[in-house]
Structures are given as structure tokens and as C-alpha cells.
């Protein structure tokens, strides 16, 4: 018999669902039901001790449907298709990304514990663990893309808790700033604290630049996050959220959300199953557009500095680990305007084509002004020390034609007006 491994992209369209289940529809209906009937009472019994984990399954056994806070087709079909990009074992989808992380940390995270997380991550994130995570007598201790192994080992130390430390958590490329975090080296810390009675997770935020372009599994991580709001889900109309890793690591992921009860519609689940079948073309669109942006943004007198994996410069560490983690620059785009937060508000309210929202990775692209925004609530002095200035714009970019959106962007920055000091320093650029 011929064997063919067939690409995740070609299995979007179809892999996990049985039309002859559904009267031969070619695609997954959207099963708009709270609970299912059992066959018999020894089914329901059966499927019960499976859910409640009273009972391994018996070969070839497959947890039956239930009650859709357990389980729902549209739910099972899509953790399914997820699992193929990253290889992992299972899948979480939630209702939304927040509700993802909060679960993660929430079940691998006990009072005493402390998180090493690295620093700038998502605002919501950063909320959660500095005014959350304390509630609970969670400690967190930050890192960032410039501490060594050395560093962050060394900062374990002095703290005094190494025997505390129960997970390490990294968003990389991190928003809003492009900073790129080494997973490999978060994986030999999360080792060098782990004990025989202490396994040490680590999770990985990668809605920045998955699942296409990083599989943070494959790199050491236990753990990979994902905002499917933002790439999977693609078109700025669904919030949703999913969590991968190996059977052990879902297994305990599955049971909190059915107890929490964060886990995705029916519908939610639908739309991104229609948002997979475009992914891969869709994400590599708008990574072809944000290289030319990139370009075009680099070479503009009115620019300071781009933040876009596609510049780093070859030989240098941080292009190595570009290199190692990442397989293109993605399609997220910082600069730094000349000037400070008026030129920067100049440009966002000039866009025509772009529109002015939070969010990310969608068809369209949007533009937003992250210190104001986004990161609004991030103390003032982690903001400067990672760089999220008043003249920080982070672009999203979109599928549009390319010389559209250069055409935006070039009209926008057009009308900025710089002051007579910033001209001084924009001319000298040219
Ligand atoms: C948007 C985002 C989140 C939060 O996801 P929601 O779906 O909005 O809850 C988490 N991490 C990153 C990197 C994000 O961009």
C-alpha cells in the first residue's frame, strides 16, 4: 500500500471528521448542543469513568461524547487539526487566549510557588501575573532577552527560593517589541531547578509566530500557548485560545478547564476550523508584506529604528537564534517614530487602509500605539527598560496588495510633522 505523510496544510480540510456522521455534509457542521445521548446506561457509565479518570482506557477505547463542557465534535475536531502543526500529543482549545494562560498557570502553579517569566510579555499576561498570581501567594521573577543562562540562574539564586521555582514562562518573540527569548535555555534552567519529587514546566507563548513559523515542543518546551484569536483564528472575528503539549501535561490541562469551564463554543470552534484551511497561505502572505514594509520602514527618514526579525543582522547571536527557533520573520512590525507620542498618534490617525485596534494577525492590517495602549498598565520602569517608548508603533500586518500598503503607510508618515530637533536627526539619516 502506497504511504504518504501528508503536510498539515492539506489536512485542514479535512482531517478528524467522518462525513458519513453528519448525512455526507463535506464540512463539520456546527454541533449546537449542550449534552448527548447515551445508547445505554453502561455507555454513559463507561464514558464517565474515562472522564473522571476512574479507569485507563482499554485499547482503542475513545472518550464518547458527554456533555459539551467535556466535549463537543467542533471542539474535538479542531484540537485534532491543531495537534498536526506542532506534533504534540493533545490539545486544549479555550475561549480565549487569556483563559488559556490563566489556566496553565493556574493548575501547574501552587501558593509558595515562584514563575520565572520572561519580561516584556503580553499586557493581559503581565496583569495576571502582578496582581493575580500574588493573591494566590505566587511569586514571579523576570527575565529578559538579554540575561544569559548565567544571569537568570544567578537571579534564582539570590532570590533565595530556588527550591521554589515550579515554571518558567516565555512569550517569544515577545509583544510588542520583537525581542526573541532562547527556549532551549529556559529549558536547561527549568532542568538545572528540577528535582527528582519537582518537575520543572516550561510553557511557551507562541501567537506571534504560530504554528507556522516556531514549534517551541520540538525546542524543549513542555508547554505551547496560543491566542487563537490572533493567526489560527485569523479574521478579527472570534476570540478564542488553545494550549498543546504532550498526554500527561493535557491530560491535567483538560480536567481544570472542565472544572473551570473556559473551554470554546461550538460555533468559535467552527470558525476556526474554517480559519485553518487558510492558515498557512494567509500567515505567508502577510510574513511576504511584512518584508517589504520592513524595507520600506527602514529607509525612511521619519523611522528611528524597526524592530523585525527579518533585520537582524547575519552573524550576530541574536540572528543565530532567530535561525534556530523561527523559520521565517513573521509579519509583526515595531519601529520607532521620530519624536515621541504626538508623531506617533500623527501616524496612527492619518492610516487609511490600516485600521487603528489592538489584536493581531489578522486579514486586515492594524496599527496601535503600544505604551498607550496594549501595554498601558506595565510600571513605567519595566516599559522603558524594554523599550515599549512613546515612540513605539507596533503594525500588524495583513494580506492587502503591497504596494497598498506601503502607499498607507508612506501618506501617514507624510504628514507627521517633526520637530526642529528631530528633523535635525531624520536628515542626518538620509
Ligand atoms: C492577544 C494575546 C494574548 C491574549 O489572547 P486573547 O485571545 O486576547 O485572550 C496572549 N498572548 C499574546 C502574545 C497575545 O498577542
Not at 445508547?39 to 464518547?64: C, D, S, V
Not at 467552527?270 to 520602514?297: D, G, H, I, Y
Request: glycine fraction near 6%; aromatic fraction near 10%; hydrophobic fraction near 40%.
Amino acid at each position: 500500500m502506497a504511504t504518504h505523510r501528508y503536510a498539515p496544510e492539506s489536512l485542514m480540510m479535512s482531517f478528524g471528521y467522518k462525513p458519513e456522521l453528519s448525512e455526507g455534509a463535506i464540512k463539520t457542521p456546527i454541533f449546537q448542543t449542550s449534552t448527548f445521548v447515551f445508547k445505554t446506561a453502561e455507555e454513559g457509565k463507561a464514558f464517565f469513568e474515562l472522564a473522571y479518570g476512574i479507569r485507563n482506557k482499554e485499547q482503542n477505547e475513545e472518550l464518547g461524547l458527554i456533555y459539551s463542557r467535556i466535549n463537543n465534535p467542533n471542539l474535538e475536531i479542531l484540537e485534532n487539526r491543531l495537534c498536526l502543526w506542532d506534533e504534540a500529543d493533545d490539545c486544549a482549545v479555550f475561549e480565549s487566549g487569556m483563559s488559556a494562560i490563566s489556566t496553565i498557570l493556574l493548575e501547574f502553579l501552587k501558593p509558595g510557588d515562584v514563575l520565572l517569566f520572561s519580561e516584556p510579555v503580553y499586557g493581559g499576561t503581565d496583569h495576571f501575573i502582578h496582581h493575580f498570581l500574588p493573591k494566590i501567594g505566587v511569586e514571579a521573577i523576570g527575565f529578559d532577552a538579554n540575561d544569559s543562562y548565567e544571569d537568570i540562574v544567578a537571579r534564582v539564586q539570590a532570590s533565595g527560593k530556588a527550591d521554589k521555582v515550579a515554571m518558567i514562562y516565555a512569550e517569544t518573540p515577545a509583544n510588542p517589541t520583537n525581542a526573541i527569548i532562547d527556549i532551549e535555555c529556559c529549558r536547561k534552567v527549568a532542568d538545572t531547578f528540577s528535582t527528582e519529587e519537582k518537575e520543572i514546566f516550561v510553557a511557551v507563548d507562541n501567537t506571534y509566530m504560530g504554528p507556522l513559523w516556531s514549534h517551541p515542543l520540538q525546542l524543549g518546551a513542555d508547554i505551547v500557548i496560543y491566542s487563537a484569536t490572533k493567526y489560527i483564528g485569523g479574521h478579527s472575528d472570534v476570540i478564542a485560545g488553545a494550549v498543546l503539549g504532550n498526554s500527561a501535561v493535557m491530560q491535567r490541562v483538560k480536567v481544570l478547564r472542565t472544572f473551570l469551564g473556559n473551554m470554546a463554543s461550538p460555533n468559535t470552534c467552527w470558525l476556526l476550523l474554517r480559519s485553518l484551511e487558510t492558515l498557512k497561505v494567509r500567515m505567508e502572505q502577510q510574513m511576504k508584506n511584512a518584508k517589504v514594509v520592513a524595507q520600506f520602514l527602514e529607509n525612511h527618514p521619519k523611522v528611528e529604528r524597526v524592530h523585525y526579525l527579518g533585520l537582524l543582522e547575519p552573524g550576530s547571536k541574536k540572528y543565530e537564534l532567530y535561525q534556530k527557533q523561527y523559520t521565517a520573520p513573521g509579519a509583526m512590525i515595531s519601529f520607532d517614530i521620530q519624536g515621541g507620542e504626538k508623531q506617533a498618534f500623527q501616524f496612527l490617525n492619518q492610516l487609511k487602509l490600516f485600521k487603528l485596534a489592538v489584536s493581531l494577525g489578522s486579514t486586515e492590517g492594524l496599527a496601535q500605539h503600544p505604551a498607550s495602549m496594549t501595554h498601558i498598565g506595565v510600571d513605567a520602569v519595566t516599559k522603558q527598560r524594554m523599550g515599549i517608548t512613546d515612540k513605539l508603533v507596533r503594525l500588524s500586518i495583513g494580506v492587502e496588495n503591497s504596494e497598498d500598503i506601503l502607499w498607507d503607510i508612506g501618506q501617514a508618515l507624510d504628514l507627521v510633522e517633526l520637530s526642529v530637533e528631530t528633523w535635525s536627526v531624520a536628515l542626518a539619516r538620509l
